[in-house]
């Protein structure tokens, strides 16, 4: 007996987690043994008393995570082996030895086992993204398992957690360095060389969902006039000025993360001449543009709906942006267009496109469908976990 209390399901409530899925639900419980707090280990019961699953607990309507579906004592060695295996996935992909790319994400949530778990790799830097307590709890120990699987070539681990863990738990820390100290780092993805400050940046301080989407912006972008809406720190920018666009800007709401897109422009060697950062409302900057300017227009904006409750707010905000784009946009001009909600699946967020397009009186070819690269798995029995979606359109 490995000591965990027992979560003990209602009668019927057990198919869900039979079928391997990863989230339990505070209704399906009938009740919960010992004494018990927020992020600790549980075990997970039928109500005929058959063990099912192994995961933490939650305090909101997602009571339990899952993490392991045998019955098992869950010590260092169980992680190391789950961070062994999420790294030979990585391996594989050829991005932990790369002379192109040093930055890639390690851990991603259920698609490798760790719900409520990212942790990002910029280099010689680990970001760890803790959303849930369960998981922050053990970050020391997951800090401990990356110096030993990395060795020399890692000199430094950042919780980055405060933010996510105030938003989900309202569970109130401080983010830090738990090994190495902060400096500035320069990190390469598909050769292009990029700025990552973790401590004041979004997210981990980059986007690396975006990397296969970038360098497939590059094959469309020679000669164009590039608008990189919602741009941040410039990432689809750097791939489009490398790749011979005759003018590029990034247009975001932040002054700092277009100051850092001007700072990786200079690192890439691309002049002023070429790209202009510019400080400004997203959907204010595509109402006041120019008609038919722009022949190549990027629109990535950050999660419009965080939960059911602001879906469909979310769904007329992509419509709007959308239309805008797609209405100014020059006649054989390419749109990449993106949602990162995770409550907006493809066939709404398709579905909105193609309302604001039918709106804008244009005719629209989808040229691509795309997704999240594969060091963000999906866990196929988590499809919840599919979060971002994106068109490449061309229009008429």
């Known amino acids: ?60 309507s997602i009571a339990v995570k899952l993490f392991i579906f045998r019955q098992q004592l869950i010590d260092k060695k169980f992680w190391q082996t789950a961070f062994e295996s999420a790294f030979k996935l990585r391996e594989s992909l050829g991005l932990t030895d790369s002379k192109l790319t040093n930055c890639y994400r390690l851990i991603h949530n259920e698609g490798d086992g760790f719900p409520g778990l990212i942790v990002d790799i910029y280099g010689e830097l680990a970001v760890i993204q803790a959303h849930s307590v369960g998981m922050y709890q053990l970050r020391a120990q997951f800090s401990e398992i990356l110096q030993e699987m990395y060795g020399k070539k890692l000199k430094a681990v950042y919780d980055k957690s405060a933010e996510s863990l105030r938003k989900m738990t309202g569970f109130k820390v401080e983010d830090q360095f738990l090994f190495g100290s902060p400096k500035e780092t320069i990190v390469k993805e598909n050769g292009h060389k990029f700025l990552v400050d973790p401590v004041k940046g979004q997210k981990t301080g980059f986007f690396l969902d975006q990397r296969e989407n970038r360098q497939l912006l590059s094959s469309f972008a020679k000669g164009r006039k590039v608008l990189n809406m919602f741009g941040y720190t410039g990432g689809f920018s750097i791939y489009a000025a490398k790749a011979g666009a005759k003018e590029v800007k990034t247009v975001d709401s932040s002054a700092a993360a277009i100051e850092i897109a001007i700072r990786n422009m200079e690192l890439n060697g691309i002049s002023d001449d070429t790209h202009s950062g510019i400080v400004a409302d997203a959907r204010n900057f595509l109402t006041s543009m120019d008609d038919h300017y722009f022949d190549l227009i990027i629109l990535d904006p950050p999660a419009y709906a965080k939960n059911l409750d602001s879906r469909k707010q979310a769904l007329n905000g992509y419509k709007a942006i959308n239309n805008q784009a797609i209405r100014k946009i020059a006649p054989g001009g ?12 493809r066939q709404m967020f398709t579905s909105v496109v193609t309302a604001a397009a039918i709106e804008a009186g244009r005719k629209v070819q989808v040229l691509h469908q795309l997704s999240q690269p594969a060091d963000h798995p999906l866990n196929i029995y988590h499809q919840e976990g599919t979060y971002l979606k994106g068109l490449v359109l061309r229009i008429l």
């Open 1 to 60: 007996m490995n000591g965990y209390s027992k979560v003990i399901l209602k009668k019927g409530k057990d198919e869900a987690v039979r079928r391997f899925h990863p989230w339990i639900f505070s209704g399906a419980i009938e009740e919960i043994s010992g004494q018990y707090q927020e992020g600790d280990i549980v075990d997970v019961f039928s109500a005929g008393m058959e063990y099912l699953a192994t995961g933490y607990l939650l305090s909101g």
């Open 334 to 345: 390419i749109l990449f267009t993106f949602s990162c909600s995770q409550v907006v699946d």
